[in-house]
Every structure is written in structure tokens, then in C-alpha cells.
């Protein structure tokens, strides 16, 4: 395990952005609180950079000509599941078996979600959590076929499009450890657009060498991913077993909610009380009513981007 690895383990004290309504609209995305793996050393800050900044613009189109948070998240993580770097679609984490399965979920604020879980076919899963939000009664998907995939209209994909080099020579170091593999990464975004509805989606391979059918938080609604008007919207990223107990991404909600709490003050609570002192570590994005937007980890480091009055600011 590298020395950044090893650190990943251990949460720290939070790392906090908080960032005030600006332009009526607002945008955040991360891409996974996991750190630089060994197997992608090579790559460069800017090559991070550039994945984040691809997915930003992205989702920041979509809410300039006035499109729907919900446009706007689902634009930017299929740029995210589309980059080799993130561990959500192509270049995701591999499971004990060395294949791929993936979870993503998504949900706005009118209460509206979807979640996939062990999708294995959908090029781009966001897309299947919303079309499961919007083509079918259920909310929750496990393990959909190719055929209903296909015949939703989405781009399919074998597992040789999702494994990648890198991801193979990783599982291969960390078949090796006797101490449980660390996670790495998941992608998500949170927005709030023109018209004051926010929106959620996340997206993930989940743990390196997790046992096939392994879920985590991402696709469950109130742990990984949440959103609701009035309140906030949250995509998180980290150890996922933490984020469920703690029902973090609720959580931040509710604090707002029923203690009256700003945005910033409620994570902060939150990664404190259902995380810190659990000694889980991860990180996540929010939004709230207003657009303020607050991004926040206690892992060492977490891949995100937002905008603040400078411009586009990214976490790499
Ligand atoms: N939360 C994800 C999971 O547990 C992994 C991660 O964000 O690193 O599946």
C-alpha cells in the first residue's frame, strides 16, 4: 500500500469549502474521496484536472440555458463514469472476481429517485437509476438485464469496455494484502437550478475486491445520495458501510430541517458525529435551497470541483 493509501484509513479533522448562492444557480462534483491510487501515479494533476473540468462544464451547460438540476447532474456524472480516472462506469473498481459491478443512484427534489445496483451492462448507470426513477413504479434495481437496458435506450457495454489496466494490476496488489483493501473513489454531483429545485446523482464501482453483490451507499437514497427542495441536495463518497449506518446524506437534510441549521454547520455535525468519531473517512458535495454550496472531507484528500466568485476551483 502506498503511503497515500495507508492514509486513507485514518479519517482527519474536516476539510470544509463553503460557498455562497452566486449565480442563481449551482453546481458540485466529486470524484471520490479514495486518493491517488499506486496504478495511476503516472497520471497528471492536470489530467485529473482535466477529467473534473470536462464534467463540470458538462453539468454547468445544462443549468446556463436554464435545464433542470437533474439534467444538470446526470450530464455531469456520465462525463465522470466516461473518464478512465474516476472509479464509476469505464475504469471502475474491480470486484474479488475481477469483473465490474456498478452502482448509481439519483434523486430531486420533488422527491422523485432511482437506483441501480450491480448493473453490469449500462455503459453509463446514472442513466438506468433515472430510467428507473421515470420508466418504471420501483425505485430500486438490482442486476437489470441487457435486454431492459437496451430497450430503454441506453448505449450497452461488455466488461472489457469497464476493465481497465490499471484497475487489474491494483486488484492484483491488493489480492495480495491480508488488511482489507481501501475504497477507492465514486463520482457525483449536486445542483440547484434557475428555477429552485435541487438534484443528487451518484455513481460508482464501489471497493476495490469487494465481494460480488457488495453494496454500498451510493445507490441507497439518504446515504450516498439525497436531495430535497427547501433543504439540500448531497453525494457522498467514502467508506459506503459508514455512510449507510449513519444515514449521512440524510442526515445533513435533517439537521437543516428540524434544527434549523445552515448548510455548512450541518455537514460539519454530520461528518463529526457519523463519521470522524467512527473513524470512517470520506467526503461529499451539497447544495442547498438557496445555492450555497458546501464541499467537505476528512479523508486526505477528495477530487472535486466547484465554482466559487474566482471561477472554477478543483480538489485534486
Ligand atoms: N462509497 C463507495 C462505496 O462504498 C466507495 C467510495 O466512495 O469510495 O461503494
Known amino acids: 500500500m502506498s503511503v497515500n ?4 484509513a485514518a479519517p482527519r479533522s474536516t476539510t470544509l469549502r463553503d460557498v455562497p448562492p452566486q449565480n442563481g444557480f449551482a453546481l458540485a462534483l466529486h470524484g471520490g474521496a479514495g ?15 482535466d477529467g473534473l473540468a ?20 446526470c450530464a455531469t456524472v456520465e462525463q465522470l463514469e466516461n473518464h478512465h480516472l474516476f472509479n464509476a462506469g469505464h475504469g471502475a473498481a474491480l470486484t474479488v472476481r475481477g469483473d465490474v459491478e456498478l452502482d448509481a443512484a439519483v434523486m430531486d427534489g420533488t422527491g422523485r429517485a432511482g437506483a441501480v445496483a450491480a448493473s453490469r451492462h449500462a455503459k453509463n448507470p446514472v442513466f438506468v437509476a433515472r430510467s428507473v426513477m421515470e420508466s418504471t413504479p420501483h425505485l430500486f434495481l438490482v442486476a437489470p438485464d441487457e435486454e431492459l437496458v437496451a430497450g ?3 448505449e450497452t457495454a461488455g466488461q472489457d469496455y469497464f476493465i481497465t489496466e ?23 454531483a449536486v445542483a440547484r437550478d434557475k428555477h429552485g429545485t435541487v438534484a443528487s446523482a451518484t455513481s460508482t464501482g464501489g471497493m476495490v475486491k469487494q465481494e460480488m453483490g457488495r453494496v454500498g451507499d451510493t445507490p441507497v437514497i439518504g446515504a450516498g445520495t439525497y436531495a430535497r ?22 442526515d445533513i437534510a435533517a439537521r437543516i430541517r428540524y434544527l434549523g441549521m445552515g448548510l455548512a454547520d450541518a455537514v460539519e455535525a454530520t461528518i463529526e458525529n457519523e463519521l470522524t468519531s467512527k473513524n470512517a473517512s470520506g467526503g461529499l458535495v451539497s447544495v442547498d435551497a438557496d445555492g450555497r454550496v458546501v464541499v467537505a472531507h476528512n479523508s486526505p484528500t477528495m477530487f472535486a470541483a466547484f465554482e466559487d466568485a474566482s471561477g472554477l476551483v478543483m480538489l485534486t
Open 152 to 154: 430503454w435506450g441506453h
Open 5 to 8: 493509501e495507508e492514509a486513507i
Open 54 to 73: 470536462i464534467a463540470y462544464r458538462a453539468g454547468r451547460a445544462v443549468l446556463e440555458r436554464g435545464g433542470t438540476a437533474l439534467d444538470a447532474v
Open 166 to 188: 490499471p484497475r487489474v494490476r491494483q486488484l492484483a496488489r491488493m489480492q495480495g494484502l491480508l488488511t482489507p483493501a481501501p475504497r477507492h473513489g465514486t463520482v457525483g
Open 35 to 49: 486518493g491517488h491510487i499506486e496504478e495511476l501515479r503516472h497520471e497528471s494533476k492536470a489530467a485529473f484536472e
Open 229 to 250: 427542495n427547501g433543504l439540500a441536495a448531497v453525494s457522498c463518497t467514502g467508506d459506503g458501510e459508514a455512510f449507510i449506518r449513519g444515514v449521512v446524506a440524510y
